[in-house]
């Protein structure tokens, strides 16, 4: 099946620093990726829908300016924690969908975030 | 909006089956999704049903009525390490995306 990629894995933090999250698709390429964060014993809340050379549409509630997504190739998308705070710690995990249509999302292993 | 509902948590013994509901009402709908997720770790992709009827993988199996608004998940020959998360995911249609809203997620333990 398809492959997912993050980086990095786990990333510890002190607030107010900003950390970028990596989600690469290694076996074929992604119109789409999206972003999600799972706080703890929480299901998955979609964060934003990014598209490839357009801007990435946010759900309700999540701050762009905070949140910096750049979908730069078809291959790669980052997040952008800006001025990470102690609440922004989650886990926060990507997906990518081959093409449009396609039937399923294939899901990144996920970026643990611990901002101290 | 989408509000999906399944139960919190479930146990079962091992080699028994189980079958872990899933309703959901929709504003669109293009899709359902079963995923598997252990803790600390990213969903993986179980199963996939956009029209009415059963779907069958192994020991996976999926069941989908739309006019119900009403899936199962059903896991034959339970093994240890079965004992997850079990997420039901609606895509929706709308506005050309093709975004996932997840329900809450069952917790399976499976027991000796």
């Known amino acids: 099946g398809a492959v997912v990629s993050q980086h990095p894995s786990r990333v510890i933090c002190k607030s107010g620093t900003s950390v970028k999250i990596e989600c690469r698709s290694l076996?074929?390429?992604?119109?789409?990726m999206f972003w999600y964060r799972q706080f703890p014993k929480q299901s998955l809340m979609l964060m934003a829908t990014s598209n490839e050379g357009s801007k990435a549409t946010y759900e309700q509630g999540v701050e762009k300016d905070k949140f910096l997504i750049n979908h730069a190739s078809l291959t790669l998308s980052t997040l952008t924690v800006t001025s990470a705070h102690p609440e922004d710690s989650s886990f926060y995990i990507c997906?990518?969908?081959?093409?449009?249509?396609?039937?399923?999302?294939?899901f990144g292993p996920g970026t643990r975030l611990l901002v101290l | 909006g989408q509000n999906i509902d399944q139960p919190t948590e479930m146990t079962a013994t091992e080699g028994a089956i189980v079958q872990i509901n899933c309703t959901y009402q929709t504003s669109g709908f293009n899709g359902l999704f079963w995923y598997q997720q252990h803790a600390g770790e990213a969903p993986t992709f179980l199963s996939y049903n956009v029209l009415d009827g059963l779907e069958e993988k192994g020991r996976f199996s999926s069941f989908l009525s739309r006019s119900k608004g009403y899936s199962y998940l059903l896991l034959k020959e339970l093994q240890m390490k079965d004992s997850a998360s079990y997420l039901c995911?609606?895509?929706?249609?709308?506005?050309?995306?093709?975004?996932?809203?997840f329900g809450k997620g069952t917790k399976l333990s499976v027991i000796p």
């Open positions: 076996d074929f390429q992604a119109t789409t």
């Open positions: 995911a609606v895509r929706d249609d709308g506005a050309g995306s093709y975004q996932l809203t």
């Open positions: 997906s990518a969908e081959p093409g449009t249509g396609g039937e399923t999302q294939y």
